[in-house]
């Protein structure tokens, strides 16, 4: 028995070792991702391109001990659930903050981590149109915005700047519903209340359902990924809240039908009816390889 704990333990350390200088090396490299998997050292993502981190090969057993390790500051208590992975965000020393997935894969677990920084980034700080988004959401006293792009271009971050912005200049009520919830948002001019799915609700839809009780003035979909979620949001704005959300499409008109066609064939022209009269914008971007922000630019919105 006291052999079996002894190596729990050397496990438990050198997961240690290895995210202690993996993630202090990706936040000195201001890369923007981290990945473990076995066969490759670990990796981090800095200019949209992979970097090894170190020459040493990961094993299964050490990316799972990492794994584990995750797992357990999260307080979870199974390492993937039964779609095979994981997704939750975690802070690591009280000092950063990540979205994490863990997944099963054939050659073992693997792990990605995305770096969130604490502060909240501002508008101009991302490069965004200032200005007429701000325009845009003081306009609106109820409706869908969605911000819509390819997997990985920051429509997660600009919805939390567009929030943040919002806490920081009007009196309001703000629910968030994200899986996971990503960046934390302290309460300022408004209440932000945030839901962390599956821990404080089973689905978007059910918590969007419930926020409707809240008596809230906005509410943030982290994103509108099924049938159920997507009615829920439209009923929403159409009731008198402004809702946000995003969308793994491209264009206004691929959005439009993308939402359009999550529907059944004799539901859609209602849908269509709905939709003229609780969208109110749609706001596509592209991540811009290389691009920085201006020294001058605030990082929050306040």
């Known amino acids: 028995m006291a052999d079996k704990i002894e190596v729990k333990v050397d496990k438990v350390e050198s997961a240690k070792k290895i ?17 473990f998997s076995p066969g490759v050292p670990p990796r981090m993502r800095k200019n ?31 390492v993937v659930g039964p779609t095979g992975d994981s997704d939750f965000a975690f802070s690591y020393n009280n000092l950063h903050r990540f979205r994490t997935n863990v997944a099963r894969t054939q050659k073992g677990t693997t792990i990605a981590l995305r770096y969130l920084p604490r502060r909240i980034p501002s508008m101009e700080a991302l490069g965004l149109p200032a200005r007429t988004i701000r325009n845009l959401v003081q306009m609106q006293k109820g409706g869908i915005i969605l911000v819509t792009g390819p997997t990985g271009s920051g429509k997660t971050t600009t919805l939390t700047s567009i929030v943040d912005w919002i ?13 996971p919830v990503e ?26 359902r419930a926020a409707l009780r809240q008596d809230p003035d906005v509410i943030m979909v982290g994103e509108m990924r099924d049938l159920e979620t997507i009615s829920a949001a439209i009923t929403a704005a159409e009731t008198g809240h402004l809702v946000f959300s995003t969308l793994h ?37 592209r991540l811009i390889r290389g691009k920085t922000a201006k020294d001058e630019s605030p990082l929050s919105s306040c």
């Open 249 to 285: 499409t491209n264009s206004a008109a691929e959005t439009i039908n993308r939402i359009i066609d999550a529907f059944p064939q004799n539901q859609q022209e209602q849908i269509r009816i709905q939709l003229a009269t609780s969208l109110s914008a749609v706001l596509s971007q």
């Open 183 to 208: 960046y934390e948002h302290e309460h300022k001019r408004s209440n932000v209340d945030q839901r962390d799915l599956p821990a404080d609700s089973p689905s978007f839809g059910s918590a969007l």
């Open 48 to 78: 949209g391109k992979l970097v090894n981190m170190t020459e040493k090969i990961l094993t299964a057993e050490e990316t799972s001990a990492v794994a584990d390790l995750l797992m357990s500051i999260n307080a979870r208590d199974e």
């Open 167 to 179: 806490n920081c200049t009007s009196d309001i009520h703000i629910i968030t519903i994200e899986a």
């Open 19 to 35: 995210l202690d200088y993996t993630i202090t090396a990706m936040v000195e490299n201001n890369a923007s991702d981290l990945h």
